[in-house]
């Protein structure tokens, strides 16, 4: 699988977009890319993935660009429940394993 | 609908105790995937299996841990002779079938306190 490259941390305003970046340079075209979620304690939650085009759910938004080089993670109004660790992963479709990072830590502030 | 759910919650050890985790996957569903994640790590992939059968089990150490999904009941994680260094967080997911384009739903998982 692809390597991803993620922001250790960043902070977020309650109510303001949070937009999460992600590498992913070495992509190969049947890679897709998956966004999971940890808060703490939990097991991940899956967010959202997609291919080459943009997604959208009632979660979240992906945004791939055309390169497919990157992707930013759009989650449209931040709660404080929104507080945990984000992960991106790049995995080939049919392939049943994902591959962690470390993630970005993503605190949302009152 | 209940989701994948693992106990139990919390298992605290002695050094040399076995270790038994269980799986239940989601209705329906007969693969499941355990990871670990150790202390201020990100999750490892460990073992697939599928009922009755292991598919994949190059992630999990080859002494002390076994894994099993009988045709009835859930799926176990035994850890033997538990050492310090087991001591992490376990989590399992499941999904209908092996290709899976699409997000696992993890269970909370079981954290492992070896003493």
């Known amino acids: 699988d692809a390597k991803t490259t993620q922001p250790p941390s960043m902070d977020c305003a309650e109510g303001r977009a949070a937009n999460l970046p992600c590498n992913h340079s070495?992509?190969?075209?049947?890679?897709?890319v998956y966004w999971y979620r940890q808060i703490h304690s939990q097991g991940p939650q899956y967010i959202i993935h997609g291919l080459k085009n943009n997604e959208t759910n009632e979660m979240a938004s992906l945004i791939i660009t055309e390169d497919r080089k990157s992707s930013t993670l759009i989650l449209p109004h931040a709660t404080l429940r929104d507080t945990a660790v984000y992960y991106c992963?790049?995995?080939?479709?049919?392939?049943?394993?994902?591959?962690f990072g470390a993630g970005t830590t993503v605190t949302v502030r009152a | 609908n209940a989701g994948v759910m693992q106990n139990p919650r919390h298992l605290v050890r002695r050094r040399g105790q076995e270790a038994r985790l269980r799986c239940s996957p989601m209705k329906g569903h007969s693969h499941v995937y355990w990871y670990r994640q150790l202390p201020e790590e990100g999750l490892k992939f460990m073992v697939y299996l599928q009922k009755e059968n292991i598919i994949d089990e190059s992630g999990m150490p080859k002494e002390r841990f076994s894994a099993e999904f009988p045709k009835e009941g859930p799926s176990i994680l035994r850890i033997q002779q538990v050492v310090r260094g087991d001591s992490a967080a376990y989590f399992c997911?499941?999904?209908?079938?092996?290709?899976?384009?699409?997000?696992?739903?993890f269970g909370s998982g079981t954290r492992l306190t070896v003493v």
């Open positions: 070495t992509i190969s075209g049947n890679e897709y």
């Open positions: 997911a499941s999904s209908p079938d092996r290709v899976a384009n699409y997000g696992y739903t």
């Open positions: 992963i790049v995995r080939v479709g049919g392939d049943y394993k994902l591959s």
